[in-house]
């Protein structure tokens, strides 16, 4: 049964610790990797919430999530993109700017994304410069695990271990889609970058106004 068949209807606490449950018994003796399984299920309901505008409970999730496990970067990113929904672009920033950034195994799958997403709400926020610096830190990220082959032959192996939690691993996966999304705004970014220069050159006086601002 998917979330948005179990949300209905359920009173969200108690299908959280009916969930807790079901993943204790399943991970007994085992806290880190309980915790992180809980923290990834709460980030997934707090998608749904998201997509379905219940902003508030989303954010609850996601915040609830990142207490399990401080270091799961799909929460930080989900909590920081529904905050910038809300237009709420300052706190989505420092969700983002305070999201672990270290390569500790699989998170590097998620820190491309994390580095597009700060790079995003820079650019939403009109800093231009911080946007391209960190459309270009996503873009290396990403090129760096393409030819990383430790790190491919990882994917591999966990990729044939994870039978039954197809889910977790699937988001795992590299989102092409934010790569070519990153690539495109990074291109119309350094473009009109050229094009201010070109313009601030071919009229001097427009920059000496600029600085006697």
């Keep these: 049964m998917g979330f948005l068949s179990k949300i209905f209807g359920t009173n969200p606490e108690t299908e959280k610790e ?7 018994r399943q991970f007994i003796g ?6 992180l399984h809980k923290a990834q299920w709460l980030t997934n309901r ?4 998201r ?6 409970q989303a954010i609850k999730d996601f915040r609830d999530a990142i207490k399990l496990n401080p270091n799961h970067i799909h929460a930080h990113i989900s909590l920081g993109m529904v905050y910038a929904k809300q237009g709420m672009l300052k706190e989505g920033i420092d969700v983002l700017e305070k999201a672990p950034k270290e ?9 491309h994304e994390l580095l597009s997403a700060l790079g995003m709400m820079y650019m939403e926020a009109d800093n231009k410069e911080k946007a391209i610096d960190y459309f270009e830190k996503s873009l290396k990220v990403y090129n760096d695990i393409q030819f990383n082959s430790a790190i491919m032959e990882l994917q591999k192996t966990h990729k044939k271990s994870a039978k039954g939690h197809e889910q977790e691993w699937e988001e795992r ?7 070519a999304t990153t ?3 990074l291109k119309q970014l350094k473009q009109e ?3 201010q220069v070109v313009f601030l050159g071919k009229n001097p006086q427009s920059k000496k106004i600029d600085s006697d601002k």
């Design 18 to 24: 009916n969930k807790f449950q079901e993943i204790e």
């Design 103 to 111: 390569n500790t195994g699989f998170n590097v799958y998620y820190i």
């Design 193 to 195: 970058s050229e094009l």
């Design 173 to 179: 996966e590299i989102n092409t889609e934010m790569v």
């Design 51 to 56: 997509q379905r505008g219940q902003f508030d």
């Design 30 to 35: 085992k806290f880190e990797l309980a915790n």
């Design 46 to 49: 707090g998608n749904d919430f």
């Design 183 to 185: 690539k495109e705004l």
